[in-house]
């Protein structure tokens, strides 16, 4: 009896251990479940607050349309034109075609529009070997390493294959960078609003007790009322800080081209007086651009041949500030090139062994002095 009342003891104690087990695994799924969920929401929060941040619109060009807070870096312009003018040698049309390639394609910016000195561009076969190329250049000519090369996809399969001619990758760069101050600095003037909503913006600039050795520094491009103005500050090392207020365009392209109108036009004073003050914002941003729109888009050129563009980026980093600004900006173009079967790729044999003719000219006269129709050849050895 006793033995039968120590087994069902045991067995008790044993189906005790069973669900404790289970019942702690359970709570250990629920508390797992709990921080996986708690990890969602911050990340999700996170993407929200970075995409709340990111208000303004990176421009591929001068021509496309502005949104209400844009930007725009001709980088990005210069690997374009590389790519278009040193393997694609035409037009990209994509199908439908969109605003953006078309403008990309007028090529309006080039390297002749900046110094030498302020920008670096390579391009070449997709390899490791010139990415360290890109990143020693750069470090060369700027101090700089590279925000976007990481970025990108050097995977084995994503790099130029040697073995297979009908497809090479390529990689198209650039950066740009530039440093520049006032001869003398404008006044740090009270934070104040911007237009009229936003508290405790950074100005600088000229108020009545600056010295006239600053505003020298400000030449007026127009004045044509108190909200319709334009003016240049120069620096040391001769860039300008165009300032256009109440800009009047659909593009960057069209308000440059009405302010210079407007200035021709301008027969005021073009220096400031004593009286005239000037309050500009200070300036911080650093952006980020993928180009979804044009990414993993198959477009084919005239002669058959495909390309696409597996990934398009830039980046634009720009201050300004009482004592001068700088600007950093990169650009990269990851493209691929399907080429189709041509004569220039197929091997060709100039076997004269059939049926011919020859002709015998000297070089500058328009007929030949001899020609012969051979077809048995013994006859002519």
């Not at 921080?35 to 060009?61: M, R, Y």
């Not at 110094?115 to 360290?132: A, P, Q, R, T, V």
């Not at 890109?134 to 390493?145: A, C, D, P, Q, Y």
């Not at 009286?275 to 500009?280: E, R």
Request: glycine fraction near 4%; proline fraction near 1%.
């Amino acid at each position: 009896m006793e033995e039968i009342f120590n087994k069902k003891i045991m067995i008790l104690v044993i189906i005790i251990i069973i669900l404790a087990i289970i019942l702690g695994v359970i709570i250990i799924d629920k508390k797992e479940n709990l921080s996986k969920n708690v990890v969602n929401q911050v990340s999700n929060s996170n993407q929200e607050n970075k995409n709340d941040k990111t208000e303004i619109k990176v421009l591929a060009t001068m021509q496309d349309e502005l949104k209400e807070n844009s930007a725009w870096c001709g980088t990005f312009q210069l690997v374009w034109n590389d790519m278009q003018n040193e393997v694609v040698k035409e037009d990209i049309i994509f199908t439908p075609q969109i605003d953006i390639v078309k403008n990309l394609n007028k090529q309006s910016f080039t390297e002749n529009d900046i110094s030498e000195d302020s920008y670096y561009k390579k391009w070449g076969f997709k390899n490791l070997e010139l990415k360290e190329e890109i990143e020693k250049g750069i470090k060369e000519k700027f101090n700089e390493s590279s925000d976007i090369l990481d970025g990108l996809d050097w995977s084995e399969s994503s790099l130029n294959d040697e073995d297979n001619p009908d497809v090479k990758r390529y990689l198209f760069y650039a950066m740009l960078k530039k440093k520049f101050e006032f001869e003398n600095e404008f006044k740090k003037l009270e934070n104040a609003k911007f237009a009229d909503k936003y508290e405790n913006v950074k100005y600088f600039g000229i108020d009545e007790d600056t010295e006239e050795i600053v505003r020298n520094q400000v030449e007026v491009l127009y004045y044509n009322s108190d909200s319709d103005f334009a003016v240049i500050l120069n620096t040391k090392e001769f860039e300008q800080v165009i300032l256009v207020r109440n800009p009047e365009g659909k593009t960057f392209e069209e308000i440059y081209e009405k302010a210079n109108e407007k200035a021709d036009d301008f027969e005021g004073n073009r220096t400031l007086t004593e009286k005239d003050t000037l309050k500009v914002p200070d300036i911080d941003i650093d952006l980020f651009k993928q180009y979804n729109e044009l990414e993993n888009k198959e477009f084919v050129l005239s002669n058959g041949d495909t390309g696409e563009i597996m990934a398009a980026m830039q980046t634009i980093k720009m201050k300004l500030n009482n004592k001068g600004g700088e600007i950093k900006s990169e650009a990269a173009l990851d493209f691929k090139m399907q080429f189709t079967a041509s004569l220039e790729d197929e091997k060709r044999e100039f076997n004269f062994d059939d049926k011919y003719v020859i002709f015998l000219k000297e070089s500058e006269k328009e007929l030949p002095y001899f020609a012969a129709n051979i077809e048995n050849i013994t006859l002519f050895q």
